[in-house]
């Protein structure tokens, strides 16, 4: 069955440093999410993309997380400057719905773990 | 807004035994409802959903699960869990007209041999 990747998957950074990670969804997945999830509690939804464009990202702390997905296929998602609240896992999902999810749930990678020192 | 409770955070049970995990929802109309099961350092993977029709849900792994608008619950049930069961499973809710989904917190489930 067709995953979903992301690199890496586990990243440990200083505080005020920047960190990437990247996602390679499901080959034909036009719809790509990045959740993150903090130890203890269910994932949350940072950003959604349709394509290359961006659908959802009210709760993307844009003042230092970007994500981006110029090609409409893999995307990156980066952190600058980390803080210690960042310590977190950090999930992509793919899907290909577009407006619905009755017919395509989200599929999930496996994650990268971010610790912040 | 849509919401998701799980009122338990940590279950054990035996080896052989009976599961029923928790979920109710808040939501205007009939959302669509899901149960993933996260193992230790792994994404979340789909045991099964719930759109619309029979209420009652079969999902893989011998999990199923039972839709109740009265009590706005889906609460997920295996009739008897095995020592590979023990993982995190959340219950997660969508509204129909949109690709996101709410998360509630989580259970985690450990098995006892």
């Known amino acids: 069955e067709a995953e979903v990747a992301q690199s890496p998957r586990y990243k440990i950074t200083e505080k005020s440093q920047a960190v990437a990670f990247w996602c390679d969804p499901i080959?034909?997945?036009?719809?790509l999410y990045w959740y993150r999830q903090i130890l203890g509690q269910g994932p949350e939804l940072l950003v959604q993309?349709?394509?290359?464009?961006?659908?959802?990202d009210s709760q993307l702390p844009k003042d230092r997380f970007s994500a981006e997905r110029l090609k409409g296929v893999d995307s990156t998602l980066k952190i600058q400057p980390a803080e210690l609240g960042d310590s977190a896992m950090y999930l992509c999902?793919?899907?290909?719905?577009?407006?619905?999810?009755?017919?395509?749930?989200?599929?999930f990678g496996n994650g990268t773990r971010l610790t912040v020192t | 807004a849509q919401s998701v409770t799980q009122p338990d955070i940590h279950i054990t049970v035996s080896e052989g035994a009976s599961l029923e995990l928790r979920c109710n929802y808040s939501?205007?109309?009939?959302?669509?409802l899901f149960w993933y099961v996260q193992s230790p350092g792994q994404g979340l993977q789909l045991l099964l959903k719930?759109?619309?029709?029979?209420?009652l849900v079969q999902g893989i792994k011998g999990f199923e699960a039972e839709f109740k608008r009265s009590q706005s619950s889906f609460n997920l049930r295996k009739p008897s869990v095995h020592w590979s069961d023990a993982a995190e499973y959340f219950c997660?809710?969508?509204?129909?007209?949109?690709?996101?989904?709410?998360f509630g917190t989580g259970t985690r489930l450990q098995v006892f041999p």
């Open positions: 999902a793919s899907s290909t719905a577009g407006r619905g999810m009755r017919n395509s749930p989200l599929h």
């Open positions: 080959s034909g997945h036009a719809t």
């Open positions: 993309f349709q394509d290359e464009s961006v659908v959802d």
């Open positions: 939501y205007g109309a009939t959302p669509y």
């Open positions: 719930y759109f619309s029709g029979d209420t």
């Open positions: 997660a809710v969508g509204a129909r007209n949109t690709d996101k989904l709410i």
